[in-house]
């Protein structure tokens, strides 16, 4: 993981949301890379006995990026990354990031999109709007949030996007007719999700009832690894066993370990990480194997699945 | 779409069973010129949502009976809901064809189901001038634009909704199978 990292300086920190804090990261050395609308990083967070690995949207102009901006929500139940953040993390500072990676990108063929961003997931919109604009897509930004502690941008946001621009801030009781939003979808209507899971069951399960096929619907949601039983990982070339405590996921733990596990979103998205299980049953948490390979059980995603029995032992 | 692809070619589409869609609104039958039996049972067994059963015209003759032209159907589905789904009957290239008109009126592959193509005549693509010709039943085909003998490869080209043809034994033209192999 450590290869191909880029160095960059935190060259402002700012609270755009009671609970959000933006950070803008300038290059150390060569200018950053170009990305495409909807991609993220993986912020790498040296914390005190332990290393956060968080993945987040990039919020700059995907063709002009002077500098990458990202925006932190802090968790309720963070597992550290998102204190870390708000706590350690100052302007001046000079962090480490995956080169961008996109597993949300626009749907071009489409002949509008729909954007339906629920609090933080504002962001990984930031950088579909100005590329939306040029091209002249028709889109809508609709956008759900409680202004007691999200809701970043939406001022500005309203600014520039005028008639395109819906706001919803449950804090003041205003509601999102998801139902009605699929209502006016015509041929060629994407939607995009990006928010809490609550979010996005409810707008699926509202397309399945109407009959909208599931391929108009796109999401993202980037789950942090949910705490479970701690349990043991057996990796088989070695025979290394490496414990996984109740709050490290199975990725995290392996790296401190030393044990390289190629690797990309770390929520159960992108499938990089998925291993062998040789034996033991894992407890799937993921949103990339299948069905049928789950009841299989012959693999596992350790970036948020565990495992049933007290050891997993990994093809690794 | 319900067509999954063969291991080794796997750009090959395979055409599995169609079953009805019943969360659909709108249920669209489409055949090329005739009514297969296929589709007329689909049809005649769908029970959810609207449906209708129609036929367009590709051998140049006038439509009758209330038979469609293309430029008909892309007008009438062009007003369908987004949850539509689309049976398609008739030739492979045909199938393509709709599917192609389907897709750039916003539709997406999902919705789109095609029953097993009614002859094993294929649509084929020169990779060398581009030209496009239809009813191919045996490779090598001479490529009725350049003129070069084309081997028929089992990799179909959705962009073009044809199967490629290269040029057989490149090396030495004149050089050709005894006989042609029909295309299975």
């Not at chain 1, 194997?289 to 012959?298: P, Y």
């Not at chain 2, 069973?17 to 489409?30: A, G, K, L, Y």
């Not at chain 2, 496009?132 to 962009?159: N, Q």
Request: glycine fraction near 8%.
């Amino acid at each position: 993981m450590s290869e191909g990292l880029i160095e960059v300086r935190v060259a402002s920190v700012a609270d755009v949301a009671p609970k959000i804090r933006e950070f803008r990261f300038t290059p150390v050395a060569e200018a950053l890379p170009p990305f495409s609308p909807g991609a993220h990083v993986v912020v790498e967070m040296p914390g005190a006995g332990k290393t956060y690995r968080n993945a987040y949207s990039l919020m700059s102009d995907p063709f002009n990026p002077e500098n990458y901006g990202i925006a932190v929500r802090l968790q309720d139940e963070s597992r550290g990354g998102s204190v870390f953040m708000h706590t350690q993390v100052k302007e001046g500072d000079v962090l480490r990031i995956t080169p961008p990676a996109n597993l949300f990108a626009p749907h071009w063929a489409a002949k509008k999109h729909i954007l339906l961003a629920g609090g933080v997931g504002i962001t990984p919109f930031m950088s579909y709007l100005p590329e939306m604009q040029r091209r002249g897509a028709d889109y809508e930004l609709h956008y759900l949030f409680r202004s007691e502690q999200t809701g970043a941008y939406r001022d500005e946001l309203k600014k520039a996007l005028g008639e395109r621009f819906f706001s919803y801030d449950s804090d003041a009781g205003e509601k999102c007719d998801v139902r009605a939003l699929l209502a006016q979808g015509a041929p060629g209507t994407h939607i995009y999700i990006c928010g809490p899971e609550s979010l996005i069951h409810a707008v699926k399960a509202e397309a399945e009832a109407m009959g909208v096929p599931a391929g108009f619907i796109h999401y993202e949601e980037f789950a942090a690894p949910k705490p479970g039983k701690p349990f043991t990982v057996k990796v088989a070339s070695s025979g290394q066993e490496v414990a996984v405590s109740a709050d490290d996921s199975m990725l995290e733990a392996l790296e401190a370990a030393g044990v390289e596990v190629t690797n990309m979103c770390r929520g159960g998205v992108c499938g990089q990480c998925v291993t062998r299980v040789l034996e033991g049953t894992p407890e799937h948490r993921d949103d990339f194997l299948s069905a049928a390979e789950k009841s299989r059980n012959d693999c596992v995603m350790p970036c948020v699945s565990r495992a049933v029995t007290d050891s997993l032992t990994l093809d690794l | 779409m319900q067509v999954e692809m063969i291991p080794g070619v796997k750009s090959r589409p395979v055409y599995t069973p169609v079953t009805v869609n019943p969360r659909s609104q709108r249920q669209i039958f489409i055949a090329q010129d005739q009514i297969p039996a296929a589709l007329q049972s689909l049809y005649d067994g769908c029970e959810q949502g609207e449906k209708s059963l129609l036929t367009v015209v590709t051998t140049g003759a006038a439509a009758a009976g209330g038979a469609l032209s293309i430029d008909d159907l892309a007008q009438r589905v062009a007003s369908l809901p987004q949850s539509s789904s689309f049976y398609l009957a008739g030739s492979e290239a045909f199938m393509w064809d709709i599917a192609k008109l389907l897709t750039d009126a916003g539709f997406i592959s999902d919705q789109i189901a095609m029953l097993a193509p009614l002859s094993k005549e294929r649509r084929l693509f020169c990779t060398h001038c581009y030209t496009l010709m239809d009813h191919v039943t045996h490779s090598p085909h001479v490529c009725s634009g350049c003129g070069r003998a084309l081997l028929v490869r089992d990799h179909f080209s959705k962009i073009h909704r044809a199967y490629v043809g290269v040029q057989i034994n490149a090396e030495d033209p004149a050089d050709l199978p005894a006989a042609a192999e029909e295309l299975s």
